[in-house]
């Protein structure tokens, strides 16, 4: 039996590593190599762009964890850029300043407006993959989406993540635009992908 429920704290690790596996090649390049403690912190503190309140877990049997959707209304990355970017500075030091460039970068390309919903990540633990958790998780962030009144939800996708857009174009979602960061010689290609909700 699964269940969708909000995050707590006691989920931040799980939560942490299936954050991760979203970008496996792209957070490792913005954050460090302490991405994984670095998200940790971001998910306890309140406040932050990847703070509990805008995290989903699905769990089984009311245990174990096995996927996990973050998702808000689009002002919320502006509205928590600055505590996010204080939390990054004591946990980052001066290696933050380093890689201004970059969080700039990937800034200028993540323009959410504020009639949206968004989708920053979602994914399920690998050994349960194609089971339908996916879908479960995103047709509940579409809900979220409708109950706060919003008619149009989107996201951002690796190209090369060919699963992942087949099951969002399976349930409605539809590519709007290309954007292309270079980030330390890796090209990285994201697709914006949106659903109108009726």
Known sequence: MENIRKANVSDSDV???????TGFRFLPLIFGPHVKLILGRLIKTPGT???LDNIYVLELD???VVG???CYPGGVIRKRALKTAAVLFQLMGFELIKRLGIFRLVWTRNKVSKN???ISNVAVDKNHRGMGYGKK???YA????????FSKITLDVENTNTAAIDLYKRIGYVGK???RINIKGNKFVFVRMEKKLS
């Open 68 to 70: 996990v959707i973050v």
């Open 177 to 179: 635009s290309v954007k």
């Open 142 to 149: 579409e809900k979220l989406a409708h109950e706060n009144g």
């Open 137 to 139: 998780l995103m047709l």
């Open 116 to 118: 949206e919903f968004y």
């Open 49 to 51: 762009v990847y703070y």
């Open 62 to 64: 009311e245990s174990k």
């Open 15 to 21: 939560v942490a590593t299936l954050i991760l596996e």
